[in-house]
Antibody
Framework: QVQLQESGPGLVKPSETLSLTCTVS????????WSWIRQPPGKGLEWIGY???????TYNPSLKSRVTMSVDTSRNHFSLRLSSVTAADTAVYYC???????????WGQGTMVTVSS | EVVLTQSPATLSLSPGETATLSCRAS??????LAWFQQKPGQAPRLLIY???NRATGIPARFSGSGSGTDFTLTISSLEPEDFAVYYC??????????FGQGTKLEIK
């Protein structure tokens, strides 16, 4: 079955860029949208955006100026870059598949990213 | 942006009882509403999509209903593993896709 695994630094300094990768195993990245969703400690979920396997992207307007997503079909992974981070960007970051029924049906385990000097 | 308001914030029940969770949208989302379950330290799990359809592998004790702005997740005969936080999420008006703030279902 398809599994997702996030990877990247757990600590990022303020004003720097957060970079995460999500590796897809057990299936192809082709044919789907792939999303990033975050959850600040003790809070709810926020959709960051998604990328189609062709590279087409849609971002949350509230984060659009700082977000870049990319996909590498040869490596079966996709990535998130969030620039100019502040403490408010501290959260667990999840990658998730957005399936043909337009649902977030498969999620990675999540990775905690802390923004601190 | 569609705001989803969940109630109650916390629901205290005993195993075997029936849980009724509510999600209200700030504008119509038709039936484009999903429910997720999240346990501590875990990712959310899709339970219900398009208001009333159970996702793959979800037990029949989980059911969803509603349309427009008012939705309900019902969990009948609560099992110990059902105590968790539940989120609703809409896909009718995007970007962005939005989530409710969550309802914590705790053991009484």
């Amino acid at each position: 079955q398809v599994q997702l695994q996030e990877s990247g630094p757990g600590l990022v300094k303020p004003s720097e860029t957060l970079s995460l990768t999500c590796t897809v195993s057990g299936g192809s990245i082709s044919g789907y949208f792939w999303s990033w969703i975050r959850q600040p400690p003790g809070k709810g979920l926020e959709w960051i955006g998604y990328i189609f396997y062709t590279g087409s992207t849609t971002y949350n307007p509230s984060l659009k100026s700082r977000v870049t997503m990319s996909v590498d079909t040869s490596r079966n992974h996709f990535s998130l870059r969030l620039s100019s981070v502040t403490a408010a960007d501290t959260a667990v970051y999840y990658c998730a598949r957005f399936n043909g029924d337009e649902q977030f049906d498969i999620w990675g385990q999540g990775t905690m990213v802390t923004v601190s000097s | 942006e569609v705001v989803l308001t969940q109630s109650p914030a916390t629901l205290s029940l005993s195993p075997g009882e029936t849980a009724t969770l509510s999600c209200r949208a700030s504008q119509s989302v038709r039936t484009y509403l999903a429910w997720f379950q999240q346990k501590p330290g875990q990712a959310p799990r899709l339970l219900i999509y398009d208001a009333s359809n159970r996702a793959t592998g979800i037990p029949a004790r989980f059911s969803g209903s509603g349309s427009g702005t008012d939705f309900t997740l019902t969990i009948s005969s609560l099992e110990p593993e059902d105590f968790a936080v539940y989120y609703c999420q809409q896909r009718a008006n995007w970007p962005p896709y939005t989530f409710g703030q969550g309802t914590k279902l705790e053991i009484k």
